[in-house]
T-cell receptor, first 116, second 115 residues
Framework: AQKITQTQPGMFVQEKEAVTLDCTYDTSDQSYGLFWYKQPSSGEMIFLIYQGSYDEQNATEGRYSLNFQKARKSANLVISASQLGDSAMYFCAMRERETGANNLFFGTGTRLTVIP | DAGITQSPRHKVTETGTPVTLRCHQTENHRYMYWYRQDPGHGLRLIHYSYGVKDTDKGEVSDGYSVSRSKTEDFLLTLESATSSQTSVYFC??????????????FGPGTRLTVT
């Protein structure tokens, strides 16, 4: 079974609008971490935001926020006030404490295109 | 930006030849990782290291070996390259494996083509 599922291969958003990128995860571990990374066309992987399974508040980093719904096992990324530079691939990832704190499981990604 | 470099950045090699990719970090982070990225699979962990000479296998380790003789360098070797190993390879580092600071930072990637 896939540990991370990103069901949106591609998304479009108007510049200055907000967009939500979906991520669901599958784990039986009680302790885990969720991450979002951005991969622009230049190819590098850029860490955006982290949410721990025991964190009660949703993580925020500037224009990025993580909508964490533990019961639904979802960790959606919200980008507010989209900019042209936000056009990129976005990957959701998870690390589980019990199955290996060093193994980061990635989803297949969502390609976001910001329209001027 | 985390100080991570990878070399070479691009390589074309023939089936059956050995290939070594190098990852170098200037952050003095304990943990280093090698991933491969393929369409439809996201990134998958090949091997990782939790200290000098301490390494372990990841999800897709068959056909790969690694070595870490210094904190700053982590080498990935394909002993006999196959076409299925054509991919983009990323090195990553992290300060810790648990608690604050265990997000992973990635290098620029190496595009390897095996013909």
């Amino acid at each position: 079974a896939q540990k991370i599922t990103q069901t949106q291969p591609g998304m479009f958003v108007q510049e200055k609008e907000a967009v939500t990128l979906d991520c669901t995860y599958d784990t039986s571990d009680q302790s885990y971490g969720l991450f979002w990374y951005k991969q622009p066309s230049s190819g590098e992987m850029i860490f955006l935001i982290y949410q721990g399974s025991y964190d009660e508040q949703n993580a925020t980093e500037g224009r990025y926020s993580l909508n964490f719904q533990k019961a639904r096992k979802s960790a959606n990324l919200v980008i507010s006030a989209s900019q042209l530079g936000d056009s990129a691939m976005y990957f959701c990832a998870m690390r589980e404490r019990e199955t290996g704190a060093n193994n980061l499981f990635f989803g297949t990604g969502t390609r976001l295109t910001v329209i001027p | 930006d985390a100080g991570i470099t990878q070399s070479p950045r691009h390589k074309v090699t023939e089936t059956g030849t050995p290939v070594t990719l190098r990852c170098h970090q200037t952050e003095n982070h304990r943990y280093m990782y090698w991933y491969r990225q393929d369409p439809g699979h996201g990134l998958r962990l090949i091997h990782y290291s939790y200290g000098v000479k301490d390494t372990d296998k990841g999800e897709v380790s068959d056909g790969y070996s690694v070595s870490r003789s210094k904190t700053e360098d982590f080498l990935l070797t394909l002993e006999s390259a196959t076409s299925s190993q054509t991919s983009v390879y990323f090195c990553a580092i992290s300060e810790s494996s648990t608690g604050p600071g265990y997000e992973q930072y990635f290098g620029p990637g190496t595009r390897l083509t095996v013909t």
